[in-house]
């Protein structure tokens, strides 16, 4: 830290961050840092090299280059320099309650313990509200392009470290696994009392998400993008006012929407979605949340009461003690006055 606080004046509309993998806020600097730090050799010159690597065709082509750059990630140290990085970087965009997932699986299984990850990460976060005004919140997300039973193992595991958790997640490779297949994890992680969410249509179809809903029995839908295709989910999903965390940058650079004037995720606001906006991996992606934010005044006009709604979906989405929500929501209404 360089001393300078972080903490946003009070001026700021305050967001909630719900849909952001930690792994996915590594810089290509703090990618060659740590690189440096941990003698682990890269197959990149220097950072121009590695940021010319930053460009993807779909979403494989960048969990690539995100489970290969992991491998700079030893020790608790590391964890926690990420972490706080990012927590800075959030606080200065306008996050004042972050929910952050990590993927405990892709750290296992190079050997590093599930100990060092939660010790380095937990550091960071449980400081966080002091140092930089963001309150914090752990999910464990599952690799869905992995076996369940090695999935169950890791919760397992978790649990029996008293891991800081408050939820699981589901992410990786969309196409071809269904949220069905981890129905047993679910279970488990709901009667152990966790918050439940799962990335659904991103790059899968539309019944991957009425599958993370009815099977799995998810409180959130991380993306829900291709939802769109089915006019009677969209309906469900207005009735029901399923949180939906849609990406705008991540879905832009991954090539599941052309171009940022086509994306849809003002028209899903306007049509009573209850969509909220965040940077899913930021350092990869082209953004954090302002930057999200901000690309979405340019490229779609976003108007000052569509921002001050997806503030507010973020905040009621959220996992927040009933006092901390009350205190957001009421600045961004006195703020909309
Ligand atoms: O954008 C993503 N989609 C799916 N899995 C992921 N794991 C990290 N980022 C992502
Ligand atoms: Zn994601």
Do not use: K, W
């Not at 992410?171 to 799962?198: T, V």
Request: negative net charge.
């Amino acid at each position: 830290m360089d001393g300078v606080s972080t903490v946003p004046g009070p001026a700021a509309l305050p967001f909630a961050e719900l849909h952001l993998h930690l792994e996915g806020t590594l810089e290509p600097d703090l990618v060659l840092e740590l690189a440096a730090r941990n003698a682990v050799e890269l197959p990149f010159a220097d950072v121009e090299d590695l940021r010319r690597a930053y460009a993807f065709s779909d979403l494989q082509s960048f969990l690539d280059l995100y489970y290969a750059n992991m491998a700079v990630l030893r020790t608790p140290q590391d964890f926690a320099d990420m972490t706080t990085a990012y927590l800075a970087r959030a606080a200065r965009a306008g996050v004042r309650h972050a929910e952050v997932m990590i993927d405990p699986q892709a750290h296992v299984a190079r050997g590093v313990p599930l100990e060092a990850v939660l010790e380095g990460v937990d550091e960071a976060l449980s400081t966080s509200e002091r140092d930089h005004g963001v309150s914090t919140a752990l999910f464990a997300a599952f690799l869905r392009d992995r076996p369940e039973s090695e999935a169950l193992d890791v919760l397992h595991h978790l649990l029996g470290l008293h891991a800081p958790i408050v939820g699981i997640g589901l992410d990786s490779a969309e196409a071809g696994h269904p949220p069905s297949d981890f129905a047993r994890l679910y279970d488990r992680a709901r009667a152990e009392g966790l918050h439940l969410i799962a990335h659904a249509g991103e790059e899968g179809p539309p019944q991957y998400v009425v599958e993370a809903l009815d099977v799995l029995g998810v409180d959130r839908i991380d993306h829900g993008i291709r939802a769109l295709e089915d006019d009677a989910l969209v309906q469900r999903l207005v009735d029901e006012q399923v949180p939906l965390t849609v990406c705008p940058l991540s879905n832009v650079a991954l090539r599941a929407v052309d171009r940022l004037e086509d994306h849809p995720v003002l028209a899903m606001l306007d049509r009573g979605l209850n969509v909220s906006v965040h940077s899913d991996d930021p350092a990869y992606f082209g953004g954090y949340l302002d930057d999200n934010l901000a690309a979405l005044t340019t490229s779609l006009g976003m108007t000052a009461g569509q921002r001050a709604r997806l503030a507010e979906n973020s905040i009621r989405a959220a996992v927040l003690p009933a006092d901390r929500r009350a205190a957001l929501l009421a600045e961004i209404s006195r703020q909309e006055r």
